[in-house]
């Protein structure tokens, strides 16, 4: 989606909010639902993956992105202690998901495997309000006449219309609450730029949001009266993208009506760089070894994310 999230708004039906919805900025604000020593644990995690857990001198990015993303995801676990319900989840990789949906007489498919996504007992609850939702009526969806908004997408040979979850009927941890997605490649253009990697979490949230919906409520387009929730989170190992999406509506045909709504923080640092070996001039270490310019507002974002729907 080389346009990037503009694209991805008009094949999903969605009106964007930029910043994160209040039911997860109240969780942001509140301290109490912190860990103790968080910051110094968070920085660990960091140095864990940036100079530990290695014998090269720098590691690469496909080596620390996935190890400070495990780290993140257990000080997050630890909360558990807290909440006990938070064991009732469970993190599914390498799983497949189908959804396809008519948007102006154009059949679309979203489908395959898309990083990794924890699943819940307990769908999160509505983040918009039923007035929220039923103002998204007056949104108009940008359009990119005299370009078709599906001109780089790739056409295939549909032979069967899949709505699929990814899992078998009778799973206990049926409801999808946040998508992984990381961007680990070493070489920088194979890594999806962050636009390209936000319109990629629209896509994939939506996504798994429709095949729910289509499992809960059948194939007849429709508002929903219990929207369906599904949060993304990207990241490159240091740049982290956050992604709230809420399905309203099945009825995607039309422009016209009731649109999906998506909230997106985007391009927050965790740390600004990780100093592998010393900066020597003049035979004086001018930057020592370490983490620099570290920013403790971006993993409370990953936790309250992660509380989101429990707490």
């Known amino acids: 989606l080389f346009p990037g999230v503009?694209?991805?708004?008009?094949?999903?039906?969605?009106?964007?909010?930029?910043?994160?919805?209040?039911?997860?900025?109240?969780?942001?604000?509140?301290?109490?639902?912190?860990?103790?020593?968080?910051?110094?644990?968070?920085?660990d995690a960091i140095s864990h993956s940036r100079f530990w857990d290695t014998t090269e001198v720098a590691p690469r990015r496909e080596h620390y992105c996935p190890v400070l993303f495990e780290d993140l995801l257990h000080l997050c676990r630890l909360t558990s202690?807290?909440?006990?319900?938070?064991?009732?989840?469970?993190?599914?990789?390498?799983?497949?998901?189908?959804?396809?949906?008519?948007?102006?007489?154009i059949l679309l498919q979203v489908r395959g495997q898309n990083g990794m996504l924890l699943n819940s007992m307990t769908p999160i609850p509505p983040v918009a309000s039923k007035e929220e939702i039923l103002a998204t009526k007056e949104h108009v969806l940008e359009t990119f006449h005299p370009i078709l908004p599906t001109i780089d997408l790739q056409?295939?040979?549909?032979?069967?219309?899949?709505?699929?979850?990814?899992f078998r009927g009778g799973y206990?941890?049926?409801?999808?609450?946040?998508?992984f997605f990381l961007e680990s490649a070493n070489v920088r253009t194979n890594r999806f730029r962050p636009e390209q990697l936000r319109?990629?979490?629209?896509?994939?949230?939506?996504?798994?949001?429709?095949a729910k919906a289509k499992a809960l409520y059948g194939d007849d387009p429709k508002v929903l009266e219990q929207p369906v929730v599904v949060q993304s989170i990207g990241t490159d190992?240091?740049?982290?993208?956050?992604?709230?999406?809420?399905?309203n509506t099945t009825d995607l045909v039309?422009?016209?009506?009731?649109?999906?709504?998506?909230?997106?923080?985007?391009d927050q640092n965790?740390?600004?760089?990780?100093?592998?070996?010393?900066?020597?001039?003049?035979?004086?270490?001018?930057?020592p070894v370490g983490i620099y310019g570290f920013q403790p507002d971006t993993f409370k974002k990953f936790l309250a994310l992660y509380l989101h729907g429990t707490v």
């Not at 993190?91 to 949906?101: E, I, N, S």
């Not at 039309?254 to 985007?266: C, P, Q």
Request: net charge positive; charged share 25%; proline share 5%.
């Open 237 to 247: 190992g240091q740049l982290f993208q956050f992604m709230v999406f809420q399905l």
């Open 6 to 43: 503009r694209q991805a708004q008009w094949l999903t039906k969605t009106k964007l909010v930029e910043g994160l919805p209040p039911a997860v900025q109240s969780i942001l604000d509140d301290p109490a639902h912190g860990l103790q020593e968080q910051e110094q644990r968070v920085k």
């Open 254 to 266: 039309s422009s016209d009506g009731i649109k999906n709504l998506v909230w997106i923080d985007s």
């Open 270 to 287: 965790l740390y600004e760089a990780a100093q592998c070996v010393p900066e020597i001039k003049k035979r004086v270490v001018t930057k």
């Open 199 to 210: 319109a990629k979490m629209l896509m994939f949230a939506f996504g798994n949001a429709l």
């Open 81 to 105: 202690r807290k909440y006990p319900s938070l064991s009732k989840r469970m993190l599914a990789r390498d799983y497949r998901m189908a959804a396809t949906w008519e948007r102006e007489s």
């Open 172 to 179: 206990p941890y049926c409801h999808p609450h946040t998508l």
């Open 155 to 166: 056409e295939v040979n549909v032979y069967k219309e899949l709505n699929d979850t990814g």
